[in-house]
């Protein structure tokens, strides 16, 4: 069965950097996009990436962009974030996803805590 | 494109319907295939979303049929005919015709 597995967060300071990784199974990785999504405590879900199935496309939402980067590893199954000049807004749990036509499958996701 | 869900909760009693909408600032009906790039999604605390809905109005595998999806366009209903206590969740609709967009989420109770 599909299993997408995110690792890589923790409590960092206002400007720091974190990098995700999201370990895939169950699926052939190399032909689906793939997507961070991320939920402030108690808020809504917030779309923060994609990438291409060859990773030669990327699209970043607004918030991110300039600060976040998006990348994967076809060969290691993995997909991963690296998540640069953090601000205090940027604490959420980031989920993992498959896209298939839309978000079919999420990881249980990291949490990422940016804090003074 | 931005998403606009009403209302922000709703308590509906046990085995009654549930009625969550969803609106779009844009058309998200692309006229070259003829869909509608809508999502459903269901919350439950401390779990991912998980798919309900897709394309406005096509199940997921698996997903009960009380779950019904309509609308075209720029206005969707989701709509739970008999809800049921594992029904209480949060309810998001998302684009999927420009990058992703959610709504701002539907806390469902009993």
């Known amino acids: 069965q599909v299993q997408l597995v995110e690792s890589g967060g923790g409590l960092v300071k206002p400007g720091g950097s974190l990098r995700l990784s999201c370990a895939a199974s169950?699926?052939?990785?190399?032909?689906?996009?793939m997507t961070w999504i991320r939920q402030a405590p108690g808020k809504g879900l917030e779309w923060v990436s994609f990438?291409?199935?060859?990773?030669?496309?990327?699209f970043y939402a607004d918030s991110v962009r300039g600060r976040f980067t998006i990348s994967r590893d076809n060969a290691k199954k993995s997909l991963y974030l690296q998540m640069n000049n953090l601000r205090v807004e940027d604490t959420a749990v980031y989920y993992c996803?498959?896209?298939?036509?839309?978000?079919?499958?999420w990881g249980q996701g990291t949490l990422v805590t940016v804090s003074s | 494109i931005v998403m606009t869900q009403s209302p922000d909760s709703l308590a509906v009693s046990l085995g009654e319907r549930a009625t969550i909408n969803c609106k779009s600032s844009?058309?998200?009906?692309?006229?070259?295939?003829?869909?509608?790039?809508l999502a459903w999604y269901q919350q439950k605390p401390g779990q991912p979303p998980k798919l309900l809905i897709y394309?406005?109005?096509t199940r997921e595998s698996g997903v009960p049929d009380r779950f019904s999806g309509s609308g075209s366009g720029t206005h969707f209903t989701l709509t739970i005919s008999s809800l049921q206590i594992e029904d209480v969740a949060v309810y998001y609709c998302q684009q999927y015709i420009s990058t992703r967009t959610f709504g701002q989420g539907t806390k469902v109770t009993i």
């Open positions: 844009q058309n998200l009906l692309y006229s070259v295939d003829n869909k509608n790039y």
């Open positions: 169950g699926f052939i990785f190399s032909h689906h996009y």
């Open positions: 990438i291409s199935s060859s990773g030669s496309d990327v």
């Open positions: 394309w406005a109005s």
């Open positions: 996803a498959r896209e298939n036509l839309t978000t079919d499958y």
